[in-house]
């Protein structure tokens, strides 16, 4: 529980190799995690290569942690594997759709959590990077995935070379609703989100933007309407084209 509890994302690493032991430790721990009707939907791309991770780096927009971590984790959501099995067998390869996109897509991230917390549980730092979701096409192309295959999210795993504080979180009534949905107030909105505007970095990231506050902040400055449109557009025309059938477009 205290891993659970006390974790918080490692940007910088020291220069220590994580042994085969125990990276094989934590990737046989997460493929215990659950999955849906034991298909197992994903794979991981390990990147350890010193000049493999410089090559790669861009498509990260440079964030250091790409090289400076031992070890880069790709997981990706993957019909690729489970498709081929059935031409093998004669049966009927039916689930490059909407519906396994998501599967997939839950099955890989369960799995990439899983893994998170058996590196921390060795001791080790491990930052998330949400950079799959602006440059899918492009890391598909480095890795060589091949149809089917998706990149969902990109882990950074090696020996910690810092102790950050925790990162604010939404207290549990914000998060929980008991029986049935309970929508808010504006309120239990004021109530919810006072103490992560009170933080002195987001008083700072209010100040920088010249704005009047924190939402305005993450709406027009951190994902803003025409970016998140234009991204949006680039992954959905990725994964029509990588993932799903003609017939199952979106």
Same mark, same amino acid.
């Given at each position: 529980?205290? %891993?659970?509890?006390?974790? %918080?994302?490692?940007?910088?690493?020291?220069?220590?190799?994580?042994?085969?032991?125990?990276?094989?430790?934590?990737?046989?721990?997460?493929?215990?995690?659950?999955?849906? @009707?034991?298909?197992?939907?994903?794979?991981?791309?390990?990147?350890?290569?010193?000049?493999?991770?410089?090559?790669?780096?861009?498509?990260?927009?440079?964030?250091?942690?790409?090289?400076?971590?031992?070890?880069?984790?790709?997981?990706?959501?993957?019909?690729?594997?489970?498709?081929?099995?059935?031409? +093998?067998?004669?049966?009927?390869?039916?689930?490059?759709?909407?519906?396994?996109?998501?599967?997939?897509?839950?099955?890989? %991230?369960?799995?990439? !959590?899983?893994?998170?917390?058996?590196?921390?549980?060795?001791?080790?730092?491990?930052?998330?990077?949400?950079?799959?979701?602006?440059?899918?096409?492009?890391?598909?192309?480095?890795?060589?995935?091949?149809? @089917? +295959?998706?990149?969902?999210?990109?882990?950074?795993? @090696?020996?910690?070379?810092?102790?950050?504080?925790?990162?604010?979180?939404?207290?549990?009534?914000?998060?929980?609703?008991?029986?049935?949905?309970?929508?808010?107030?504006?309120?239990?909105?004021?109530?919810?989100?006072?103490?992560?505007?009170?933080?002195?970095?987001?008083?700072?990231?209010?100040?920088?933007?010249?704005?009047?506050?924190?939402? !305005?902040?993450?709406?027009? +400055?951190?994902?803003?309407?025409? @970016?998140?449109?234009? %991204?949006?557009?680039?992954?959905?025309?990725?994964?029509?084209?990588?993932?799903?059938?003609?017939?199952?477009?979106?």
């Amino acid at each position: 529980m205290d %891993t659970l509890l006390n974790r %918080t994302s490692i940007r910088k690493y020291k220069q220590e190799s994580i042994s085969e032991q125990t990276l094989d430790y934590i990737l046989k721990a997460g493929v215990r995690a659950s999955n849906c @009707g034991n298909m197992q939907l994903y794979s991981v791309v390990v990147t350890r290569d010193e000049q493999r991770k410089k090559e790669y780096s861009p498509l990260h927009f440079n964030q250091p942690m790409i090289t400076a971590a031992d070890t880069v984790l790709t997981i990706c959501a993957d019909i690729n594997r489970f498709h081929h099995w059935c031409e +093998v067998n004669n049966a009927d390869k039916s689930l490059d759709n909407f519906l396994f996109l998501n599967v997939a897509t839950i099955d890989a %991230t369960i799995l990439a !959590q899983a893994i998170t917390t058996a590196a921390e549980s060795k001791g080790l730092g491990v930052c998330w990077l949400g950079t799959v979701n602006y440059m899918a096409d492009e890391i598909a192309k480095f890795l060589e995935l091949p149809k @089917g +295959v998706v990149p969902i999210a990109c882990l950074t795993i @090696g020996v910690p070379d810092e102790k950050p504080d925790l990162t604010e979180r939404l207290p549990l009534n914000a998060i929980v609703h008991n029986e049935k949905y309970r929508d808010y107030t504006d309120n239990d909105i004021k109530q919810i989100y006072k103490e992560i505007e009170k933080n002195p970095q987001n008083i700072a990231f209010v100040k920088e933007n010249n704005l009047d506050n924190l939402a !305005q902040v993450f709406s027009q +400055v951190r994902y803003p309407k025409q @970016g998140n449109e234009q %991204t949006s557009e680039r992954l959905k025309k990725f994964v029509n084209d990588t993932f799903l059938s003609s017939d199952n477009q979106i």
